[in-house]
């Protein structure tokens, strides 16, 4: 029933931007929180950014900071991330998911329903 779908990867060169696009459906997300996690090629997945539907508290990684923007179209059910200043090392599979936890609203672990992934590939 409860669905996530993530959209908006693709091939950019360094210092390009995406935005990538979460479709959420089959629960209501008021109180709930919206991550977006990355997988690079042999490394772990881990928390990129989440917002709080709620109150519209947002989370980021030290490394994304300044560079990347998560924002919620509540009545459409969207979450965006804005990915700016894109670096090689921003390359990996993206998902989207989602918890009623804030606290530990970057840790994958916490997560109860992930979507598909979106392939971003940052040239140089």
């Known amino acids: 029933e409860v669905q996530l779908q993530a959209s908006g990867g693709g091939l950019v060169q360094t210092g390009g931007s995406l935005r990538l696009s979460c479709a959420a459906s089959?629960?209501?997300?008021?109180?709930?929180?919206i991550g977006w996690f990355r997988q690079a090629p042999g490394k772990a997945r881990e928390g990129v950014s989440a917002?709080?539907?709620?109150?519209?508290?947002?989370f980021y990684a030290d490394s994304v900071k300044g560079r990347f923007t998560i924002s919620s179209d509540n009545a459409k059910n969207m979450v965006y991330l804005q990915m700016n200043s894109l670096k090689s090392e921003d390359t990996a599979v993206y998902f989207c998911?989602?918890?009623?936890?804030?606290?530990?609203?970057?840790?994958?672990?916490?997560?109860?329903?992930w979507g598909q992934g979106t392939l971003v590939t940052v040239s140089s």
């Open positions: 917002i709080s539907i709620s109150d519209g508290r947002t």
């Open positions: 998911a989602r918890t009623k936890w804030v606290v530990e609203a970057l840790s994958p672990g916490v997560y109860d329903y």
């Open positions: 089959g629960f209501t997300s008021d109180d709930y929180v």
